[in-house]
């Protein structure tokens, strides 16, 4: 496609610089407070392990406390992503899923 080639190795790029907070909009229209979360109306989704969503595994990293948010479900990141390809699961069986 016209890119420049190189037959010289790669070299790790460092990250982006930080964006400053005046290119950033808060929509405060997109963001749940503990009302929303306690009416039912929205529901979080947790995607770790059932396990540790439930509390009976540990958390693998520290200072976090087992368990999960009061009225949040759980949905296991591997439920949603094909095993094989890595990539999100096909309309339809997302549908299902999130219809349960």
Same mark, same amino acid.
């Given at each position: 496609?016209?890119?420049?080639?190189?037959?010289?190795?790669?070299?790790?790029?460092?990250?982006?610089?930080?964006?400053?907070?005046?290119?950033?909009?808060?929509?405060?229209?997109?963001?749940?407070?503990?009302?929303?979360?306690?009416?039912?109306?929205?529901?979080?989704?947790?995607?770790?392990? =059932?396990? @540790?969503?439930? =509390?009976?595994?540990?958390?693998?990293?520290? =200072?976090?406390?087992?368990?999960?948010?009061?009225?949040? #479900?759980?949905?296991?990141?591997?439920? #949603?992503?094909?095993?094989?390809? =890595?990539?999100?699961?096909?309309?339809?069986?997302? @549908?299902?899923?999130?219809?349960?």
């Amino acid at each position: 496609e016209g890119y420049p080639t190189t037959s010289s190795a790669a070299s790790p790029r460092s990250p982006p610089p930080p964006q400053s907070a005046g290119e950033w909009a808060l929509d405060r229209s997109l963001v749940l407070d503990f009302a929303d979360v306690s009416s039912l109306k929205w529901r979080i989704l947790d995607a770790r392990p =059932g396990g @540790r969503f439930h =509390g009976w595994q540990p958390e693998p990293r520290a =200072g976090l406390s087992s368990g999960h948010m009061a009225n949040s #479900v759980s949905l296991p990141s591997t439920d #949603v992503v094909d095993g094989e390809s =890595g990539r999100l699961k096909d309309v339809e069986s997302l @549908r299902r899923i999130f219809a349960e």
